[in-house]
């Protein structure tokens, strides 16, 4: 039985792996979802998020090993919690993630792509730490093939986002290189570019990408074929 921890991406938080916990659940392995600071129940203030926070709250919810799942920006904290306690991490999954490069913050990352899709939706605050995304164009950019009521679910939700953690460089060494690591590419995804998907992943081993026909919300989109995509990785060799 495996156990899994699934990390949300920007602006998000637990509430989004609503169709994915039970089906994993469901299938003879365990799967938790946690708030990272200041995102969801956590009320952390923004002006103190960090990408070492985010981190840090990941491992303090492990107590023994996991499939560490990323969505999107949890990329960047699956990355740096396996960095700092690979003995705490069995595998690592990103779900159109991005997988980070050392010496790059997310933002490097996000400006290195070919296209910008997400660009004209971001809303950055007057103090300039964090960030929202335009409530009229979420559905556009995240929820687009997802069930109806998905978007007023997921508008009443979404939260700011600290900029901090996604401006911050990340430093990898040969203990984040030593964690399993596995990817789900979603081939219609309006955030992060597929493309740019394919070139992050570009030498990673072929049986360990897997593709979804799907938006940057799989976990909506297509719940059932995640968890199953999430199993696969889980039993693999």
């Keep these: 039985m495996a156990e899994f921890l699934l990390i ?7 509430w989004c792996w609503r169709d994915v916990l039970p089906l994993l659940n ?11 600071p200041s995102h969801g129940d956590d009320h952390t203030p923004v002006k103190d998020v960090t990408l070492d ?29 396996a960095e700092k306690a690979p003995d705490k991490i069995a595998q690592l999954a990103y779900v159109c993630a991005y997988a980070p490069l050392s010496g790059l913050s997310l933002a490097d990352m996000r400006r290195a792509a070919p296209r910008q ?11 300039r730490l964090s960030f929202t995304i335009d409530p009229a164009k979420t559905g556009a950019k995240f929820y687009h093939d997802c069930p109806d009521g998905t978007v007023a679910f997921a508008n009443a939700r979404l939260c700011p986002q ?20 596995s990817y789900i590419l979603c081939e219609n ?31 909506f989109a297509d719940p059932a074929r995640l968890a199953q995509l999430l199993i696969k990785i889980a039993e693999a060799p």
């Design 162 to 181: 600290a900029i901090l953690p996604q401006s911050t460089p990340i430093t990898l060494t040969g203990r984040y290189a030593a964690v399993a690591k």
């Design 8 to 14: 949300h991406g920007s602006c998000h938080g637990a």
């Design 189 to 219: 995804d309006q955030t992060i570019p597929p493309e740019y998907q394919a070139t992050m992943t570009a030498t990673w081993p072929k049986d360990r990408v897997h593709r979804m026909e799907t938006s940057h919300s799989p976990f």
């Design 117 to 127: 899709p997400l660009l004209d939706a971001i809303q950055v605050s007057d103090d």
């Design 26 to 36: 469901g299938g003879g392995h365990s799967a938790r979802a946690i708030d990272l």
């Design 53 to 81: 926070l985010y981190a840090d709250a990941i491992l303090s919810a492990i107590d023994r090993p996991v499939i560490l799942v990323g969505h999107s920006m949890a990329g960047y904290p699956i990355s740096a919690a």
